[in-house]
């Protein structure tokens, strides 16, 4: 038996049925049709990829709305005092703006370009709110001048900021929200509790940062300070940490009452929850993780009772998208390993290279027949790193097949570059079997245009 052959000794991708693939970790109503072609939001992919090309990011609506709805639905009748931000580094364009604001939620914004593509896309500037560990001055003015709901302010320095610029403007004072570290940082199911969190994010607690940042708060007659919020990691598989998070910032909030006025009318233990990616990742449904924040906030009896706000990103979007690559060169390393090259890689998607994340994948343009063959997808980019699926089962693949990588939603065409000078991939919302171009596909022409003139 060559490595490329399956062996029983190696676990490798894609283990699991296509039927659990399908029903758990693509889009909803997935499927294939009579000729074996993936269908995606009612849309054949041979027919997607015919119109828009590859690689192809396809988003299916239906799923969109119902991660969406997965927030809301416990929410309202858990603690319906409550408003879900999708966090949209995670994946912004106004047509996904528009789908999550009309879905009831707000958004999270890192930038005055999140602003300005959630506004766009029809966000009520009132349910934005705005975070960040750097917010440039201009930032910070443009979200007063649009009239955000809350800024969330990262450190000591940019409250004096803040209350700089809200001091300058003039009017009413700038809603703020305090980020403490509350000491709890999470990673998929391991999490610790320290005294000091190295972070570049947020107002310390243990050094005291946190409550010299709530004194000066309530000080400044430009601030309005409304509340606090922790964010304790993301790809966060298990609800415990959420608990425990919100314990310590309740606990610092009662302190803060009693002893510079806080009255917590906002509390936020931010986003971060999982989603299944690989085969070892078993996330509580999104109703767990609200369940788990509700009883905690409402096991306290806080009076009078703060707005909650969370903050999921990639449980939104993650499942809704599918990246689309075609395969051209297969390279045989006798006694080693087999590389198949796709037509995109780490430029659409970092992940495998950052954080070492594995996905899975499924052939798409035909029926997965035959014997599978353990193989390794890599991408396009010249970097020995640029590897999406290291030991993937896959049907004998050829050039010009197609391979669907399903969680692609999230932090895949938000993090795209364009290196190598490639043009970033098209992406497509899908719905009842029509696909509607959301963001097109970037071409070597608009790749120069981005330049100056040699003779500028
Ligand atoms: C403050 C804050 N909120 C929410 C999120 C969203 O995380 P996720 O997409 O994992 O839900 C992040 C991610 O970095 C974050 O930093």
């Known amino acids: ?31 294939r049709d009579a000729r074996g072609v993936l269908i995606l939001g009612g ?23 119902a991660q969406c709805r997965a927030y809301a639905e416990p929410l309202s009748r858990a603690y319906p005092n409550s408003l879900a931000l999708y966090a949209s580094k995670a994946h912004l364009d106004p047509t996904i703006a528009g789908i999550v604001a009309a879905e009831g939620l707000g958004a999270d914004a890192v930038s005055s370009g999140e602003i300005r593509v959630a506004l766009a896309g029809g966000m009520p500037a009132d349910r934005i709110v705005l975070h960040g560990n750097n917010k440039l001055p201009a930032e910070i003015d443009y979200a007063l001048d649009v009239g955000v709901g809350r800024i969330v ?87 415990e940490p959420y608990a425990d998070s919100l314990g310590i910032v309740i606990d610092f909030a009662d302190a803060m009452t009693q002893r510079h006025g806080l009255v917590l009318r906002d509390i936020s233990p931010g986003g971060g929850f999982g989603v299944s990616y690989s085969e070892a990742d078993d996330p509580p449904a999104a109703g767990s993780f609200v369940e788990v924040i509700a009883e905690t906030l409402r096991g306290r009896s806080l009076d009078p009772e703060p707005r909650l706000l969370i903050e999921p990103g ?34 659409d998607n970092i992940r495998p290279a950052l954080y070492g994340a594995q996905y899975r994948a499924l052939i798409a343009n ?8 353990l193989v390794t997808v890599a991408g396009r980019y010249c970097e020995s790193g640029d590897v999406l699926l290291r030991d993937i089962e896959l049907p004998s693949l050829r050039r010009g097949d197609v391979l669907a990588v399903p969680a692609a939603g999230a932090y895949h065409m938000s993090m795209a570059s364009n290196y190598n000078l490639v043009g970033r991939p098209a992406t497509v919302l899908v ?26």
Do not use: C, W
Request: net charge negative; glycine share 8%.
């Open 366 to 373: 035909r029926p997965p027949e035959g014997s599978k063959r």
């Open 314 to 347: 990639r449980s939104i979007v993650a499942r809704a998208g599918v990246a689309l690559y075609r395969v051209g060169t297969i390279k045989e390393i006798p006694d080693v390993r087999t590389y198949v090259s796709v037509d995109g890689g780490m430029a």
């Open 1 to 31: 038996m060559t490595p490329t052959e399956v062996s029983a000794r190696t676990p490798p991708i894609n283990a699991e049925s296509e039927a659990t693939l399908l029903a758990e970790v693509f889009p909803r109503d997935t499927g």
């Open 153 to 239: 302010v990262d450190s000591l320095d940019e409250l004096d900021l803040i209350a700089e610029i809200a001091t300058l403007r003039g009017g009413q004072p700038a809603p703020v929200i305090l980020r403490i570290t509350p000491g709890v940082e999470a990673h998929t199911h391991e999490y610790i509790r320290t005294g000091a969190i190295d972070s570049k994010f947020g107002l310390q607690l243990h050094s005291g940062a946190a409550e010299e940042a709530v004194a000066q708060a309530q000080a400044a007659d430009s601030i309005d300070l409304t509340g606090l919020h922790a964010h304790i990691g993301s790809q966060v598989l298990d609800v």
């Open 431 to 456: 719905r009842d079997g029509e696909a509607r171009v959301t963001r097109p596909r970037e071409t070597d022409a608009d790749l120069l245009a981005s330049f100056a003139p040699v003779d500028a």
């Open 43 to 65: 849309a054949p992919i041979d027919q997607l990829i015919d119109a828009h090309g590859t690689p192809l990011y396809v988003f299916d609506e239906a799923t969109l709305r």
